[in-house]
Antibody
């Protein structure tokens, strides 16, 4: 069964850091694109970042550039999102997604909640 | 880069629901559609404007005309009540946006 499982969410103070992880199983990890998409409480979906599985291409939404870093570990079939200098507006459910192309979100994990609050 | 959807669409069971999405780059970039039910992760229902993933019912279809793409649900069922989001890329192909979402109500 194809599955994406996120972890690492939680409560953090403004200015703090969190590292989200996404473990993939049931499919070949190479030649895919992995992405993070977030959803603030009661709001719509918003693309955050994505990475080509060979690591050759990475893209970020402007609001997280310089603060968030996406990375992958093919040996562990995992993708990560290092989030630094967190702000209240980063509060959201963060979904890990997989797609055959850069802008295709074919499969989604169940999400992990990140709350930035003092 | 923005994609514009109507906030809500209402239909009766068995009718046809059409949800539109407008954006300047839609003539050149593929559109994708996602269904999200309360408390659940989104599910891809249409990719590359018109293609339907395996496991998605045939009543879901997509079309494209100029700067507007449309998700059509024929013979709507109560289980189709959900939020629907369109998604596409900007002209550079390195920035991806979602529409604001459309709440489909099945009356």
């Amino acid at each position: 069964e194809v599955q994406l499982v996120e972890s690492g969410g939680g409560l953090v103070q403004p200015g703090g850091s969190l590292r989200l992880s996404c473990a993939a199983s049931g499919f070949t990890f190479t030649k895919l694109w992995m992405s993070w998409v977030r959803q603030a409480p009661g709001k719509g979906l918003a693309w955050v970042a994505n990475i080509k599985q060979d690591g050759s291409e990475k893209y970020y939404v402007d609001s997280v550039k310089g603060r968030f870093t996406i990375s992958g570990d093919n040996a562990k079939n995992s993708v990560f999102l290092q989030m630094n200098s967190l702000r209240a507006e980063d509060t959201a459910v963060y979904y890990c997604t997989m797609g055959m192309e850069a802008g295709s979100f074919d499969m989604w994990g169940q999400g992990t909640m990140v709350t930035v609050s003092s | 880069y923005e994609l514009t959807q109507p906030p809500s669409v209402s239909v009766s069971p068995g009718q046809t629901a059409r949800i539109t999405c407008s954006g300047d780059t839609l003539p050149k970039q593929y559109a994708f559609w996602y269904q999200q039910k309360p408390g659940q992760a989104p599910v891809l229902v249409i990719y590359k404007d018109t293609e339907r993933p395996s496991g998605i019912p045939e009543r879901f279809s997509g079309s494209s005309s100029g700067t507007t793409v449309t998700l059509t649900i024929s013979g709507v069922q109560a289980e189709d009540e959900a939020d629907y989001y369109c998604q596409s890329a900007d002209s550079s192909g390195t920035y991806w946006a979602f529409g604001g979402g459309t709440k489909l109500s099945v009356l």
